[in-house]
Nanobody, 125 residues
Framework: QVQLVESGGGLVQAGGSLRLSCAAS????????MGWFRQAPGKDREFVSDISWSGGSTYYADSVKGRFTISRDNAKNTLYLQMNSLKPEDTAVYYC??????????????????WGQGTQVTVSS
């Protein structure tokens, strides 16, 4: 079992920035790929970004490409998402997730076995 806890969400005006963190604990010895998903009220959870265990491969949804940056610090068992130039449409609960699959496997919700509780990001216009 791996526990994931997100932090760093909050209220921000359009154009602003936030940095989300995800702290992993428990059985963290496996080389997990980790990602961020988000879910707005009444909508399905959608992929935002993912990073391989080594950090050598990163993936971004088209909607956030160029604005968000994913990174990880394996020594600290922590995942990050730097979000810049935020837009109202970025408003959602952001979830950290982990999986033990190679990067060639498509980054769909169902392929991630561990999930955090989510952190709210609200972007005002």
């Amino acid at each position: 079992q791996v526990q994931l806890v997100e932090s760093g969400g909050g209220l921000v005006q359009a154009g602003g920035s936030l940095r989300l963190s995800c702290a992993a604990s428990g059985r963290t010895s496996s080389r997990y790929g980790m990602g961020w998903f988000r879910q707005a009220p009444g909508k399905d959870r959608e992929f935002v970004s993912d990073i391989s265990w080594s950090g050598g491969s990163t993936y971004y949804a088209d909607s956030v490409k160029g604005r968000f940056t994913i990174s990880r610090d394996n020594a600290k068992n922590t995942l990050y998402l730097q979000m810049n130039s935020l837009k109202p449409e970025d408003t959602a609960v952001y979830y950290c997730a982990a999986r033990r699959l190679p990067s060639y496997v498509a980054r769909t919700v169902g392929t991630y076995e561990y999930w955090g509780q989510g952190t709210q990001v609200t972007v005002s216009s």
